[in-house]
């Protein structure tokens, strides 16, 4: 337990459970409803708010999530006001912030360690600040989620007959999207750019293989989520081995456990 | 009586052409309204707009004096086709409760109790039998005691058996609750023995009345072409 009576790995692990809350939480929606497309493109689009901050000395942080922001209302926009499929929508939103976000920084000359920090995450940087800022809209986060967890459910499940039982589903989408674009851009924080959905998709997976019931499948999510990145971490610090990449394959060995361990089980009844 | 629906000159269309042209009904209160007609007659665009998921671009509807949009709390609703990601894991119960959260779980199994799907509260909905998620979709419609019933098709995609357990529920829904019941339909045999007032819709409003009055063979023929006739459906025998 050497580990936690070091700051750096205090403020890792404390950051670390405030988003295996929310990323978990917010990706049995997403697979609901089909959608990790666009925890991808949320994350890559918002290189552009990274290279933003970089190229005019803000706080990249911030720059992302701005550029996170209105990549969720962009999406919601368009999917609205045109007859674009949401695919379409993502794809084309995606790779023009990438676009920007590489042609930003071709005015930056020189090493840019915040840029490899984000593409890759590095959950062992976190300050104090960035710290509070994610345990701060986590709680915000994981509020809401648990307020509208059954209107999500309800318009995930089925949209036209959420409306008729007196849900607001326009308002209801708008804030989902927005939900989880800042939810992806404080794991993008944690986890980089490239390796931030992995932690929306996987947990909600393994909730979904071994859960009876709806409540069964966010708890069971969450415990996934938490249990990676705690485990993760662990293994990280002690391998001497990049933590985000440690957690996602913490992550992606639970899944196949959880594959196996249920086949196992349906065998055996 | 009241007229729990008024329908006003409406007009709908979703790109140049009219689905919907100059409708005007009123439906009472109380009454078991079924909407007839061949498939493209507009029939389920015509119950989005009485639903207030369309808005009409000519006419008004009123539902019991309000905008359709304003009325939802009235309002209960069976969808023709219910697609959902069937290997998720939600419950019956959790279906229901998270639909109308603000509903005691009492009222919830004195509806599942009335449709024969007690033992079913625990199952997944993904689980369920064409005919038995039917069944959890009306308690789902009822359980805010709505004024309304609306059925779009209902009995789409249920085997025989099926239909005529679900006819019968309907049937004893609404003599023991007294809901106004509007249906969309294709079983003329169903609307005829069932029905109080049926529309005949074909883009435009061709009739509208009792049953047993406005049914002809001309009219039927008329509506859907050559042979068509009144048959004897398999609940009705």
Request: charged share 15%; glycine share 10%.
């Amino acid at each position: 337990m050497e580990f936690l009576t070091l700051a750096f790995m205090q403020r890792a692990l404390l950051a670390g459970i405030a988003i295996g809350l929310i990323l978990p939480f917010l990706g049995v929606f997403v697979s609901m409803r089909r959608m990790a497309f666009f925890g991808d493109g949320i994350a890559h689009a918002s290189l552009a708010g990274i290279a933003l901050g970089i190229v005019t000395g803000a706080n990249p942080f911030w720059g992302a999530l701005a550029v996170g922001i209105a990549f969720g209302i962009g999406v919601y926009a368009l999917e609205h006001k045109t007859n674009l499929s949401s695919d379409v929508v993502i794809g084309v939103l995606f790779t023009s912030g990438l676009a920007l976000g590489v042609v930003l920084m071709s005015f930056q000359h020189g090493y840019q360690p915040d840029l490899i920090t984000f593409l890759f995450g590095n959950i062992l940087a976190i300050s104090q600040t960035d710290m509070l800022v994610i345990a701060g809209l986590a709680a915000v986060i994981f509020s809401v989620l648990f307020w509208y967890a059954r209107h999500f459910t309800m318009i995930a499940f089925d949209r036209e007959t959420a409306w008729t039982s007196g849900m607001n589903t326009e308002l209801l989408n708008l804030l989902f999207y927005i939900l989880l674009s800042v939810t992806i851009v404080l794991g993008v924080k944690l986890l980089g750019i490239i390796l931030v959905s992995a932690l929306l998709i996987i947990p909600a997976a393994i909730g979904k293989l071994l859960a009876p019931s709806f409540i069964g499948l966010v708890t069971l999510s969450i415990i996934a989520g938490e249990f990676a990145i705690g485990i993760g971490l662990l293994i990280s610090y002690y391998l001497d081995i990049p933590s985000g990449s440690t957690i996602i394959l913490t992550g992606s060995g639970m899944l196949i456990l959880a594959v196996l361990g249920r086949s196992i089980v349906r065998k055996i009844l | 009586m009241e007229n729990a629906i008024e329908v006003t000159n409406v007009a709908f269309a979703y790109t140049s052409s009219l689905v919907v042209q100059e409708v005007s009904f009123c439906v009472e209160t109380g009454a078991v309204t079924a909407i007839i007609g061949p498939n493209g007659s507009g029939k389920t665009t015509l119950l989005k707009l009485l639903l207030g998921i369309l808005k009409p671009q000519k006419g008004t509807i009123s539902v019991f004096g309000k905008q359709p949009k304003e009325a939802r709390n009235f309002i209960g609703y069976v969808p023709q086709k219910f697609s959902f990601d069937r290997t998720f894991p939600l419950t019956v119960w959790e279906f229901l409760k998270f639909s109308h959260f603000e509903c005691p779980s009492q009222k919830i199994e004195e509806y599942l109790n009335f449709f024969g799907m007690a033992q079913a509260k625990t199952a997944l909905v993904g689980s369920l039998s064409g005919g038995q998620l039917q069944r959890v979709l009306l308690v789902r419609a009822m359980i805010h005691d709505p004024k309304i019933l609306y059925l779009d098709e209902p009995s789409a995609g249920i085997d025989v058996g099926g239909e005529q357990t679900f006819y019968e529920l309907v049937d004893r829904l609404h003599k023991q609750y007294k809901n106004t019941i509007v249906m969309v339909s294709h079983e003329l045999d169903v609307v005829f023995h069932f029905a109080t007032q049926v529309i005949c819709l074909n883009k435009k409003l061709l009739c509208e009345g009792a049953p047993r009055d406005v049914l002809t063979p001309e009219l039927l023929e008329q509506i859907f072409g050559m042979g068509a006739t009144l048959y004897h459906h398999a609940s009705l025998r």
